[in-house]
């Protein structure tokens, strides 16, 4: 059964940075595209960021130049560096794999930048 367990979101002032992380049970992590969502209040789950099992990575134009995925094979872990904070990036943010799985979404982390 998949597990994916999201941590790092909090409380940020607009310009600051936050590490999210994303540690994956199972063991077809490392052969899986992986990718961070979010769903802020009043809009749809997006996706945010992408990174395959080699390591290429694609971005949603609203975070690039700030945004920073990457995984850690070993770890079975895949992270989201975020920099550059600004209001509008406040958001439930979630992992799971890319195309997404409806039985991999975990409980998110939430993260709130103040402006």
């Known amino acids: 059964q998949v597990q994916l367990v999201e941590s790092g979101g909090g409380l940020v002032q607009a310009g600051g940075s936050l590490r999210l992380s994303c540690a994956a049970s199972?063991?077809?992590?490392?052969?899986?595209?992986m990718g961070w969502y979010r769903r802020a209040p009043g809009s749809q789950r997006e996706l945010v960021a992408t990174i395959s099992r080699f390591g290429s990575t694609d971005y949603v134009d609203s975070v690039k130049g700030r945004f920073t995925i990457s995984r850690d094979n070993a770890r079975n872990t895949v992270y989201l560096q975020m920099n550059s904070l600004k209001a509008e990036d406040t958001a439930e943010y979630y992992c799971?794999?890319?195309?997404?799985?409806?039985?991999?979404w975990g409980q998110g982390t939430q993260v709130t930048v103040s402006s």
């Open positions: 199972g063991s077809d992590f490392r052969i899986k595209a």
């Open positions: 799971n794999y890319y195309p997404s799985r409806v039985d991999a």
